[in-house]
């Protein structure tokens, strides 16, 4: 779950998904354009037209983009950029990118950095990613998170197997946590055990010097 700012006026859309999915059903859009608003104010979707577009991203505060497939980015000097290598093919593999691209996403809305996440036409590949960023920071199912972004733009159609590698990530990443808290309740038990230990041994001695 992505952590909440409190000076920031949208700070309730990162720490609820309810009222996510609340403005997305008040907000549903009838087409695509070049740019959807998925998360209010903080994380975009959309083509490559909108990329290069710097009077629309100044207007909606971009601050970083992650770009997917290729092209040189157009505004290096303006915002920052990730770039993401998946080719839009039946042999290509999405899963190798998502983590690093969720991480960035994740950290820039955390510092309130509103980011534009982009492919050529933000149909397949871009959604694609933002699908599996709300799966794995917001709680969504994969097609729970299909169905968010196909509200705000109607006409994504993620490849089957992009939607396949999102699902395996998301159990990776999902079995990955729960192994760093159980091992993380590891230590803890191990250091309060050592703890009552030390307490033991010190009234031991206590009383052995009376």
């Given amino acids: 779950m992505i952590q909440k700012n409190q000076q920031h006026n949208n700070s309730d859309y990162l720490s609820d998904k309810s009222n996510l999915i609340s403005w997305a059903q008040k907000n549903k859009q009838e087409r695509n354009g070049k740019i959807s608003e998925i998360i209010p104010n903080l994380l ?12 629309l991203l100044k207007n909606l505060k971009i601050k970083c983009i992650v770009n997917i497939g290729g092209g040189k980015p157009a505004f290096q000097q303006e915002f920052e950029y990730l770039k993401n290598g998946t080719l839009d093919n039946e042999n290509a593999n999405i899963k190798e990118f998502l983590g690093v691209s969720f991480e960035f996403i994740r950290e820039k809305l955390e510092k309130n950095q ?61 079995d990955k946590q729960k192994g760093n808290q159980d091992k993380e309740k590891q230590n803890q038990d191990v250091q309060n055990e050592n703890k009552k230990e030390m307490n033991r041994n010190d009234k031991n001695n206590q009383q052995e010097n009376k």
């Avoid at 975009?44 to 009077?55: E, P, Q, R, V």
């Fill in 44 to 55: 975009f979707l959309g083509n490559k037209f909108a990329s290069k577009d710097l009077g």
């Fill in 114 to 174: 509103p980011v534009f996440v982009h492919c050529q036409q933000g149909i397949n590949r871009s959604p694609s990613v933002v699908i599996g960023f709300l799966v794995n920071y917001f709680g969504f199912q994969v097609q729970e998170g299909l169905e968010y972004v196909r509200l705000l733009r109607p006409k994504v159609c993620p490849r089957e197997q992009f939607i396949q590698q999102i699902e395996e990530f998301s159990k990776e990443f999902q």
